[in-house]
């Protein structure tokens, strides 16, 4: 099972931008889909974007669509979340998941393995 470490969260101000990485390991990264969700507090964790196994395929929630980017680098284990025009509505932890297979989905309970999340914060 894929160990998952993400990083590169913080403090923005509104309209403004984050990169958050996560890095695999101990297992073969291109074998799985990946995916981004976070968890607002007070709120349930909700599916953010994800990425097929090749990058070739990617869907995002409607609230982060053509402000956030989900990118893969299989020859270095990393997923990336590029992420412009934040909101403050967009406060959470961030969580990277990985999920066995070829089949995209926004499911949480589909996802095999989970990090430990990064908080990023958005002031107003």
């Known amino acids: 099972q894929v160990q998952l470490v993400e990083s590169g969260g913080g403090l923005v101000q509104a309209g403004g931008s984050l990169r958050l990485s996560c890095a695999a390991s101990?297992?073969?990264?291109?074998?799985?889909?990946m995916g981004w969700f976070r968890q607002a507090p007070g709120k349930e964790r909700e599916f953010v974007a994800h990425?097929?196994?090749?990058?070739?395929?990617?869907y995002y929630a409607d609230s982060v669509k053509g402000r956030f980017t989900i990118s893969r680098d299989n020859a270095k284990n990393t997923v990336s979340l590029e992420m412009n025009s934040l909101k403050p509505e967009d406060t959470a932890v961030y969580y990277c998941?990985?999920?066995?297979?070829?089949?995209?989905?926004?499911?949480?309970?589909?996802?095999?393995?989970w990090g430990q999340g990064t908080q990023v914060t958005v002031s107003s």
């Open positions: 990425i097929s196994w090749s990058g070739g395929s990617t």
């Open positions: 101990g297992g073969t990264f291109s074998r799985y889909v």
């Open positions: 998941a990985a999920k066995r297979g070829f089949v995209g989905s926004y499911t949480i309970t589909d996802y095999d393995s």
